[in-house]
């Protein structure tokens, strides 16, 4: 359980998102909101991401995404409410196949 304040979610990110510096945008744009997670590319063409922190550094990391960096073109953020324990600070995981990102 989060302590009072934080918050955890999932993002998958579509649109022209993979090849143009997506995933060490998210990763340097997360470190200065202190926040805990990870970044990573999925097969299908989507970036996915868990951020961790307080709620408002969150939902401030969620708004960047709508944007992303200036080569990218972002269609859709959908987000979900997130469970599990990740370690501290923000990593760029290998990509990973959709039918194995859903048990992760």
């Given at each position: 359980?989060?302590?009072?304040?934080k918050k955890a979610v999932k993002a998958v990110i579509s649109g022209k998102?993979?090849?143009v510096w997506f995933r060490?945008?998210?990763v340097q744009e997360a470190?200065?909101?202190h926040l805990d997670g990870w970044v990573r590319n999925r097969t299908e063409g989507t970036v996915e991401?868990?951020?961790v922190g307080d709620e408002a550094d969150v939902d401030d990391m969620l708004h960047a995404c709508e944007s992303g960096?200036?080569?990218?073109?972002v269609d859709r953020v959908d987000v979900r409410a997130a469970?599990?324990?990740?370690?501290?600070?923000f990593v760029r995981k290998p990509t990973v196949d959709?039918?194995?990102s859903r048990n992760q």
């Open positions: 359980m989060l302590a009072e304040g998102v993979q090849g060490d945008w998210t470190q200065k909101r991401a868990m951020f960096p200036a080569a990218a073109r469970i599990g324990i990740v370690a501290k600070g959709l039918g194995e």
